[in-house]
């Protein structure tokens, strides 16, 4: 029950930075000039995990007193780096669905960079537990204060926890979905069958 409610509490922390951040993102991309907003997006991407790992860190430091490697510091971790990868799409979907257009490129692509992100930010993550300098600093102080008081305001709250039950309900999917997978291993793609080929039994005309 405590891993459960480790999980319906930071899927609530998730879903209020997620909106705090969304109206920043927003800002910056009215200020900016269009022609450097792309590349800049990918920018806040990246920084939108590194902050979201220090206040991971920073609430597993408030709930446990102290940042020591324990199983509530490595179930956060886990939950943290599943919910980095929540965005990830299947190439098989995209091949599926390709006509005429670059989609499946397009996925393979967006897949790398959630990827490439993914780990660069659990791994300063982990970093920080070990020299936690970022756990002080100013902003994340005030991010942290920010989804904290966002999930105590009535309404506001509610929505938050209840985006919180449902993060419990998708993160228990890809655990078992993770543990599936380990246990049958990946699947084998079938092997085509070449247009020449023929059965044993096949008549050759």
Known sequence: MKALSLIFQLGVLFSA?????????????IILPENIRTQFRY?????????????????VAKEEGNLTVNSMLV??????????LRNLRSEQNAMQVQLYTNLYKKVKMKNEWELAV???SISITILWVFFPVALDSVVTQWFYEQTQDL?????IG???????????LATLIRFLAAITWMLRGPKSKPTKRDADDFDDFEEIK
């Open 75 to 84: 179930l956060s971790l886990i939950t943290y780096f599943l919910y980095l």
């Open 17 to 29: 930075f997620a909106f705090i951040w969304f109206w920043l993102q927003l800002l910056l991309m």
């Open 43 to 59: 920018f806040l991407q990246l920084l939108q995990s590194l902050f979201l790992g220090v206040l991971v860190l920073k609430f």
């Open 158 to 168: 509610w929505i938050f926890k209840l985006a919180g039950f449902f993060f419990l």
């Open 151 to 155: 999930i105590q305001i009535p309404i």
């Open 118 to 120: 993914a780990l660069i």
